[in-house]
């Protein structure tokens, strides 16, 4: 593990415990990182965080149950982070949901209240947290995983594409940020947003053996182009979108 792409690296994951955050713990660790994982489900969290060390051939990967919805809680999660491992190399946003309606009329607008909370608060929250420790790192990264209907919103989704395009503008004024901080000589770190329509894995397929998934991210490809932007230059990605779906 010592000799991967990001030996040395700490990278924080927020919303550990799912699927796509049980695949990029997996596949940052395998990539040499220590990976630090927070979820709001104790032994959700626990559960992945020994997969991944399992996975991975006993690798550095730790989990903490954090409230990501308190800025308080989740400062002090980052400053943990940064004292304990000496350094911080990457925030990667996993923290999900969707609510949806059937036609446009009947969006409820209690569920723009339970998205707003999940999905922009959470980004507002950790990029807040996390920004001054990834600014002093020479490689940091904040990667925001966000989907195809913010750019093209459909009626019955109007609150979940209003979200999502809300976190997408959040992290765009997190890469300006660190574009500014760069001065002259360009950004040391970046914010990016991979977009996907959706998110498949193991499990959603074994229950839905004929479904075809057009368009879906596997959790695995996405934990790859996760990993893979530290790849890039900072200038290279901070404020761009990768698009792991076909654009709409």
Same mark, same amino acid.
């Given at each position: 593990?010592?000799?991967?792409?990001?030996?040395g690296?700490?990278?924080?994951v927020?919303?550990?415990g799912?699927?796509?955050?049980?695949?990029?713990?997996?596949?940052?660790?395998?990539?040499?990182?220590?990976?630090v994982g927070?979820d709001?489900?104790?032994e959700r969290l626990?559960?992945?965080v020994?997969a991944?060390?399992?996975?991975?051939?006993?690798?550095?990967v730790i989990g903490?149950?954090?409230?990501?919805?308190?800025?308080?809680?989740t400062?002090d999660w980052?400053l943990?982070?940064?004292?304990?491992?000496?350094?911080?190399d990457?925030?990667?946003?996993?923290?999900?949901g969707?609510?949806?309606s059937e036609?446009?009329?009947?969006t409820?607008?209690?569920d723009?209240?339970?998205?707003e909370?999940?999905?922009i608060?959470?980004?507002?929250?950790?990029?807040?947290?996390?920004?001054?420790?990834?600014q002093r790192?020479?490689?940091g990264?904040?990667?925001?995983?966000?989907?195809?209907?913010?750019? #093209?919103?459909?009626a019955?989704n109007a =609150?979940y594409a209003?979200? %999502?395009a /809300? *976190?997408?503008?959040?992290t765009?004024? !997190?890469?300006d940020?660190?574009?500014?901080?760069?001065?002259?000589?360009?950004?040391?770190s970046?914010a990016?947003?991979?977009?996907?329509?959706a998110l498949?894995?193991?499990?959603?397929?074994?229950?839905r053996?004929?479904?075809?998934f057009?368009?879906?991210?596997?959790v #695995?490809?996405?934990?790859?182009?996760i =990993?893979g932007?530290?790849? %890039?230059? /900072? *200038?290279e990605?901070?404020?761009n979108r !990768?698009w792991l779906?076909?654009?709409?």
């Open positions: 593990m010592g000799n991967g792409a990001l030996s690296a700490v990278i924080a927020a919303g550990a799912g699927p796509a955050g049980r695949a990029a713990l997996l596949r940052l660790a395998e990539a040499g990182a220590t990976v927070a709001n489900d104790p626990a559960e992945a020994d991944a060390r399992y996975g991975a051939g006993g690798a550095s903490e149950p954090v409230d990501l919805l308190d800025l308080n809680s400062r980052a943990r982070v940064e004292k304990d491992f000496g350094r911080v990457g925030v990667v946003h996993l923290v999900g969707w609510r949806g036609t446009f009329i009947k409820s607008l209690d723009w209240d339970f998205l909370l999940l999905l608060k959470t980004v507002q929250h950790t990029s807040l947290a996390f920004f001054e420790a990834l790192s020479e490689r990264r904040y990667v925001l995983i966000s989907a195809s209907g913010a750019t #093209k919103p459909s019955s =609150a209003a979200a %999502k /809300a *976190a997408e503008a959040w765009l004024a !997190l890469a940020a660190f574009r500014k901080a760069g001065g002259a000589d360009g950004p040391t970046a990016t947003i991979l977009v996907v329509k498949v894995h193991e499990a959603m397929r074994a229950d053996p004929n479904a075809k057009a368009g879906f991210t596997d #695995k490809d996405l934990a790859e182009a =990993a932007v530290w790849d %890039k230059p /900072a *200038a990605v901070n404020g !990768l779906t076909e654009k709409p």
